[in-house]
């Protein structure tokens, strides 16, 4: 018997919707004051004067309210300012310390950008694995660990076993609402251009001497053909919570990194069980230099055979000091694209469509097009406690209710996207009182390709790709941080909830 598509629905809605036709308070504000010359030189009867202040009070409530891919006038030419000022000035350039000799200790980390606000504590041993990498945001005031998946994809799965997944990531989800150490997970996928290092390592292994030289003569025709397109697919998953959430129980196991790793392993260890439940066959969480090749080869795909090829040689999971974890040099990105040590990266917010979408859509965006490029995807997920879940569906069933009654009173029709919000307000408001959770998410997808390639073509390949169900929306003016949030392992990418903390 076949099961029923799910189809999620409602992921188009603003986490922050206006109150006052679609703006917020503050844009209401500004244009009511820009409106109030203008009805003052009226009431006068200066017609002449109330025409010239409409003419420049029009324009500036439109530069306050219209929104341009996303963001409104106004806000783009502050962003467009602090960005011209920041290459100006030269914070945006960077370069790194080992190459200039400047490193004095190797075990410091020395990355760019929002990176360098990181700090990557060692946690005492995990069970039998080993000393586990803490990831502390010291802007934020998170702290999170890092695993490594081994997972087959959902490409080839069916529809009743993508059913089956997208139940348990719900109640994987569910299961860290409930948690009040952890409040966000980051999934990140990427792919990797196959240098064929390992299976070149198996070969010389296994290689049979007196083999028929029809038999060399065929493999090596296959590895010719089949190699230069293969790529393989790294699996991340990130947790991290807050260090409010962290303090209490970390003081009471001892305190300082130790106590917060502790706190953190107790979590870990409860959901490894659920992420293989999710078709991971493998869940490593990693150390400080299994990390910092992560981050090392996200820079730089290049590296990875190097790497691997150190790590056959070695015959352990060899990783990089952290003082070499970073790209080389990062010149100040351009508005459009991110250049890194001799690789371009084009990253995207991707928008779900309102009409909604099923389990398993998002794979077109990781399929590589042109051997040496790579393509990467990141899933970041926020859940909310009960508390909070009620106070935001009560919040937004008030507002439905409040702007529905107003129309009526004044005579107005509801419109049908009116009446869908107002039905979804109350169905999640009882989901929420049977016991379900709210999640915040974003999704970010990057392509990253090879310095001297046609950024542009690549970049409109990737649009392509996924044109018709996702919209992609470039991060003009941010793609440094685009970068972070699409390609590295490191939890960051969703913005704080302002005003969200309970």
């Given at each position: 018997?076949s099961?029923?598509t ?6 188009s809605?603003?986490?922050r ?9 503050v844009?209401?504000?500004?244009c ?8 003052l ?8 004067q ?21 963001r409104?006038a ?27 000799g ?8 020395d990355?760019?950008g ?5 700090r990557f ?14 990831i502390?945001?010291?802007?934020d005031?998170?702290w999170?660990?890092?695993a490594?998946?081994t997972?087959a994809?959902v490409?080839?799965l ?11 990531l719900g ?5 860290i609402?409930?948690r009040e ?7 990140l ?7 064929g ?13 007196d083999a ?16 230069a397109?293969?790529v393989r ?10 260090e409010?959430?962290?303090r209490?129980?970390?003081?009471a196991?001892?305190g300082?990194?130790?106590?917060r ?29 299994e ?9 730089n795909p290049?590296?990875?055979a190097?790497?691997?090829a ?5 015959g352990n ?8 974890a ?11 694209a ?9 990253s995207?917010?991707v928008?779900t469509?309102?009409a909604?979408?099923?389990f ?9 097009k042109?051997?040496g490029?790579?393509?990467s995807l ?25 702007m529905?009654d ?7 029709n509801?419109g049908?996207?009116?009446?869908r ?5 109350r169905?999640q408001e ?10 915040r ?6 392509v990253t390709?090879?310095d ?6 690549h ?16 991060m ?10 699409a390609?590295l392992?490191v ?12």
């Amino acid at each position: 018997m076949s099961a029923a598509t799910r189809i999620y629905k409602g992921l188009s809605r603003k986490e922050r919707a206006g109150w006052i036709i679609g703006v917020t308070p503050v844009q209401a504000f500004v244009c009511v004051g820009l409106a109030v010359p203008v009805i003052l030189a009226l009431a006068a009867g200066r017609f002449g004067q109330a025409l010239a202040l409409g003419g420049l009070c029009g324009p500036a409530a439109a530069l306050v309210v219209v929104p341009v891919r996303g963001r409104s006038a106004l806000r783009w030419l502050g962003h467009l300012l602090l960005y011209r000022v920041g290459i100006a000035l030269g914070w945006s350039r960077w370069q790194s310390r080992a190459v200039t000799g400047q490193a004095t200790d190797l075990d410091e980390p020395d990355l760019p950008g929002v990176l360098a606000r990181l700090r990557f504590p060692d946690g005492p041993p995990l069970r039998d694995v080993g000393r586990v990498c803490l990831i502390h945001d010291t802007g934020d005031g998170r702290w999170g660990a890092t695993a490594r998946l081994t997972h087959a994809g959902v490409g080839m799965l069916s529809d009743a076993q993508c059913e089956r997944l997208a139940n348990r990531l719900g109640n994987l989800l569910l299961s860290i609402g409930h948690r009040e150490v952890i409040d966000r997970m980051s999934l990140l996928v990427r792919t990797v251009p196959d240098d064929g290092a390992d299976y070149q390592a198996w070969r010389a292994e296994h290689d049979v001497p007196d083999a028929p030289a029809l038999a060399r003569q065929a493999t090596a025709e296959l590895d010719r053909l089949v190699g230069a397109v293969s790529v393989r697919h790294e699996v991340f998953v990130t947790l991290s919570g807050t260090e409010d959430a962290l303090r209490r129980p970390a003081a009471a196991a001892g305190g300082g990194v130790a106590g917060r790793a502790a706190v953190l392993y107790r979590v870990l260890d409860g959901l490894e069980d659920k992420l293989k439940s999710l078709g991971a066959t493998g869940v490593k969480w990693l150390s400080g230099p299994e990390l910092a090749v992560a981050i090392r080869t996200g820079f730089n795909p290049a590296s990875a055979a190097g790497l691997a090829a150190r790590r056959h040689r070695a015959g352990n999971e060899e990783g990089v000091r952290w003082a070499t974890a970073g790209p080389v040099h990062a010149p100040a990105p351009s508005a459009r694209a991110y250049h890194h040590d001799g690789f371009a990266t084009v990253s995207y917010s991707v928008l779900t469509p309102e009409a909604g979408t099923v389990f398993g859509s998002l794979g077109g965006l990781l399929a590589v097009k042109t051997a040496g490029e790579r393509r990467s995807l990141a899933i970041h997920y926020e859940t909310l406690s009960q508390h909070r879940s009620r106070r935001a569906v009560r919040r937004l069933r008030f507002r439905t209710g409040v702007m529905r009654d107003w129309k009526s009173s004044k005579g107005f029709n509801s419109g049908a996207t009116e009446a869908r919000e107002a039905g979804g307000a109350r169905a999640q408001e009882h989901a929420v009182a049977a016991g379900h959770g709210i999640v915040r998410f974003a999704v970010a997808t990057a392509v990253t390709i090879p310095d001297t390639w046609n950024v542009e073509d690549h970049a409109a390949k990737l649009e392509n790709d996924i044109a018709g169900r996702f919209q992609l929306l470039r991060m003009e003016l941010a793609q440094d941080a685009g970068f972070v949030a699409a390609v590295l392992p490191v939890g960051m990418g969703l913005p704080r909830l302002r005003g969200g903390g309970s």
